[in-house]
């Protein structure tokens, strides 16, 4: 455990030192269900772009691919999960994903629109005693270089329900974000897929910033 705290942390400061150090990547989970964890193919590159260029983080462009079980989880300092449907891990992929948040890592949930009822069972067997809590608006999270002043943007409508921000917390540090009735991975689409305005994506591009720039720097 030592060891893979430490790996993160190698991770974390090559993020914030010159940009020409090797670049870092981050990765999409393939989870197992029948749920489409592809579900926005483009969104985490324009994600990545956003970031490089207003950031000036140093993340690589193409984004890995990395299942809960693989121990090269650990690769990745930012774990992205989106889509529609079912959701199963295993108790060993449970295991591990555990292992790697408490070893530094993150991860960000999206709910692209029907997740919230598999994810938060999933996430249960995860991380049995803890519950996800509703982020304050004061939340950092909501205040890194783009300011959020009322929490999550509003970017699909889904259900006309207020864009939600829940957490996941061990030892006081935010191990796990989930963003529930708003869709920032559509937001970060390529335009001609949900043909959502600029200042729709903008807003998007920003909150996705957020969650990058409050990862590398807590």
């Known amino acids: 455990m030592k060891q893979k705290t430490f790996l993160i942390g190698i991770f974390f400061l090559l993020l914030l030192t010159a940009r020409s150090q090797p670049a870092i990547q981050i990765a999409l989970l393939k989870y197992r269900g029948g749920g489409d964890w592809y579900g926005n193919p483009t969104s985490l590159t324009n994600l990545i772009a956003f970031c490089n260029t207003n950031l000036g983080t140093n993340i690589e462009k193409d984004y890995s691919t990395v299942e809960p079980g693989d121990p090269d989880i650990f690769n990745y300092p930012l774990i992205h999960l989106t889509g529609h449907g079912n959701v199963i891990f295993s108790m060993e992929e449970a295991v591990n994903l555990r292992n790697y948040l408490l070893a530094g890592g993150f991860l960000h949930i999206d709910d692209n629109y029907g997740l919230d009822q598999y994810i938060r069972p999933q996430m249960k067997l995860v991380f049995p005693d803890l519950e996800f809590i509703e982020l304050p608006f004061d939340h950092p999270i909501y205040h890194q270089k783009y300011e959020f002043k009322t929490g999550l943007p509003k970017i699909h409508e889904h259900d006309n329900k207020p864009p939600q921000g829940f957490g996941l917390f061990y030892e006081g540090r935010l ?21 959502d305005s600029e200042e729709t994506r903008i807003k998007a591009l920003k909150m996705g910033a957020n969650i990058v720039q409050y990862v590398f720097t807590q």
């Open 175 to 195: 191990i796990c974000f989930y963003t529930y009735e708003c869709d920032l991975g559509d937001g970060w689409e390529d335009v001609e897929v949900h043909r």
